[in-house]
C-alpha cells in the first residue's frame, strides 16, 4: 500500500477508528488491501488511533497501514483526525472489529466514481442488505436501527434504510463542506443530516454484516446511551419537531379553550368558565415560547454553520424583521393594556369592592396573556436579531 503511494496519486483512503481492536485489526487492513489490488484501486490504510493501550498501534504499522495518534476521546473525534490525515479524493470509513467485509470496499468506490457525494453500506434486508447470525443486537435491528432510519428519512430526506451502518464512503470534498462538528458517536448520523439537508448526492448499497469477532472487550456501542443521544441529536437538528411541532399543538389547544370559555359555553354536565381562560392562557404562551425557541435555535445554528442555510428561514426574515416585531409587539401590550383597563373601570365601579369574577376575568385573562405576549415578543425580535449578526 505504501508503494502506491510513492507511485501515484491516491484515490482512496481507508480510515479505519481503533480503540483497542489487537483483536481485529489485522485482518480488517488485510481485507482492505486485498480489496484494492484485486481491483486495481489506488489506496491507503490510515488507522486513526483513539489511546489504545494494547498492541494495535504495532499491528497496525506491521501490516502496512499508517497510523495517526488521536488525543482526543471520542469516535468523532478519531475519524476527524483520521480524516484530516487521509490522502485520497475519496474516503471510505469502517469499525475495526471485523463486522464489516472490507473486501466490499469496491461496490462504494464504484458509486462513488459515479459521482455520488456520500455511499452508505446498508446492513438491512430494507435495503438489499443482510445480517448474519448474532451479528445485531435484537432491540438494535427490529427497533432502534428502522426507528431511526425512519426518522432521518421522514425529518431530513435522507434516502437510506441503515442510519447506523459504520460502513460508508464520501468524497473528501463533500466532507470539507459539511464542517462536521460532532466528536461522539453522533458523528456518523451528523454526516448524513447534514449531506440531505445540503443536498449532496446519497446513494446507498447493500452490505453484510457479521458478527463482532472481538474477545479482549466488549462493544463500545451501548444501546440506551448510544440511542438517546441519537434521538438528541436528531431533535437538536430540526426546530420543527422540537420546538415548532410541540408549540402549534400548545397554541391550537389553548385557542379551543378560549373559543369555548369566552362565551361561557355549556357541554353536557361541564362549563368552561374563567379557570378554563387560564388553563389556555398557559397554554398559548408556552406554545408561543416554543415557536420563538425554533426562531432562535434555527437562527443560531445556520448562523454558526451547525446547520446549512434554510430557505424557509429566509423568507422569514424577508417578511419579519425588528421593526415588525416592535409594532406587532406594541398592538399586543396596547390590546392587552385595554382589557386589564376596562377591568380596572368595572372595579372602580363597584367601588374597588367585590367584582363577579366570572365576567371580570374574561378581561384580565386575555388582556394580561396580550401583554405577557408583546412583552416576549419585544426581547425576542432583539435576541433574534443579535443572533442574526455574523460575527467576524
Known amino acids: 500500500m505504501s508503494l502506491k503511494r510513492q507511485t501515484e496519486a491516491i484515490e482512496v483512503s481507508v480510515v479505519i477508528p481503533c480503540l483497542n481492536e489487537e483483536d481485529t485489526l489485522a485482518r480488517c487492513i488485510e481485507k482492505a488491501r486485498q480489496a484494492c489490488r484485486e481491483h486495481s484501486i489506488a489506496g491507503e490504510i490510515v488507522v486513526a488511533d483513539n489511546g489504545s493501550t494494547d498492541l494495535s498501534r504495532a499491528i497496525a504499522e506491521r501490516h502496512g497501514a499508517r497510523v495517526v495518534m488521536i488525543k482526543e476521546p471520542g469516535y468523532g473525534s478519531a475519524l476527524m483526525g483520521g480524516i484530516a490525515a487521509a490522502s485520497g479524493q475519496f474516503v471510505i470509513i469502517g469499525d475495526a472489529d471485523d463486522s464489516y467485509d472490507f473486501l466490499e470496499l469496491p461496490k462504494i468506490v464504484e458509486k462513488l466514481r459515479e459521482g455520488f457525494d456520500l455511499v452508505q453500506g446498508c446492513r438491512l434486508p430494507a435495503g438489499g442488505g443482510s445480517i448474519r447470525p448474532g451479528a445485531m443486537p435484537f432491540l438494535h435491528r427490529w427497533i432502534g436501527n428502522p426507528f431511526f432510519s425512519l426518522l432521518v428519512r421522514k425529518w431530513f430526506g435522507a434516502p437510506i434504510n441503515d442510519v447506523y451502518c459504520g460502513l460508508r464512503g464520501f468524497t473528501k470534498a463533500m466532507y470539507e463542506r459539511l464542517d462536521q462538528r460532532c466528536t461522539g458517536m453522533e458523528f456518523a448520523t451528523e454526516m448524513i443530516i447534514k449531506a440531505s439537508l445540503r443536498g449532496e448526492k446519497i446513494a446507498e448499497v447493500p452490505i453484510t454484516l457479521y ?79 416554543c415557536i420563538l425557541f425554533a426562531v432562535f435555535a434555527k437562527t443560531f445554528a445556520v448562523t454558526e454553520g451547525f446547520l446549512p442555510p434554510d430557505r424557509h428561514l429566509e423568507r422569514f426574515f424577508e417578511v419579519v424583521n425588528l421593526e415588525k416585531g416592535l409594532a406587532v409587539a406594541a398592538l ?48 425576542s425580535s432583539f435576541f433574534v436579531s443579535l443572533l442574526g449578526m455574523r460575527r467576524k
Do not use: E, N
Open 211 to 289: 458478527p463482532d469477532k472481538r474477545t479482549s472487550h466488549a462493544p463500545h456501542l451501548k444501546t440506551f446511551r448510544d440511542g438517546w443521544r441519537t434521538f438528541r441529536y436528531f431533535l437538536m437538528c430540526s426546530p420543527r419537531w422540537l420546538f415548532v411541532v410541540p408549540g402549534g399543538v400548545f397554541i391550537a389547544f389553548g385557542l379551543l379553550g378560549y373559543l369555548v370559555a369566552m362565551p361561557g359555553l355549556r357541554i353536557g354536565h361541564s362549563t368552561f368558565d374563567a379557570h378554563t381562560l387560564l388553563f389556555a392562557s398557559l397554554a398559548i404562551l408556552c406554545g408561543y415560547q
Open 332 to 379: 399586543a401590550v396596547l390590546a392587552g393594556g385595554s382589557l386589564l383597563l376596562v377591568a380596572v373601570w368595572q372595579w372602580w365601579l363597584t367601588g374597588f369592592g367585590h367584582l363577579d369574577y366570572a365576567r371580570t376575568m374574561r378581561f384580565v385573562v386575555p388582556g394580561a396573556t396580550l401583554v405577557a405576549l408583546g412583552f416576549q415578543t419585544v426581547f
